[in-house]
Nanobody, 115 residues
Framework: QVQLVESGGGLVQPGGSLRLSCAAS????????WSWYRQAPGDEREFVAG???????NYVDSVKGRFTISSDNARNTVYLQMNSLRPEDTAVYYC?????????WGQGTQVTVSS
């Protein structure tokens, strides 16, 4: 079955940067949509960034100008470049991929922004 494996999370100081990666493998699929969500303790899971097959991107207002979603189709991988990180960005980040037939979630990776 299709699996999404995330990496790149960790501890970073305020103002720092991280790049998250999410690679899809297994089975056969056509990627239609990539997105990133995050969930802080006690909060609802929040949409962060998305990219459609057409190339359109969208972001939650709180990350606009700081985060960038991109993809490498040859590697079936989506990235989230996070700059100017703030403590309120602290959360578990999840990637999601929508194929022609189904949707898949990554396992989540912890991002902690703290001094």
């Amino acid at each position: 079955q299709v699996q999404l494996v995330e990496s790149g999370g960790g501890l970073v100081q305020p103002g720092g940067s991280l790049r998250l990666s999410c690679a899809a493998s297994g089975g056969s699929f056509t990627i239609m949509y990539w997105s990133w969500y995050r969930q802080a303790p006690g909060d609802e899971r929040e949409f962060v960034a998305g990219m459609s097959r057409s190339g359109s991107t969208n972001y939650v207002d709180s990350v606009k100008g700081r985060f960038t979603i991109s993809s490498d189709n040859a590697r079936n991988t989506v990235y989230l470049q996070m700059n100017s990180l703030r403590p309120e960005d602290t959360a578990v980040y999840y990637c999601r991929m929508g194929s022609l037939s189904d949707n898949y979630w990554g396992q989540g990776t912890q991002v902690t922004v703290s001094s």
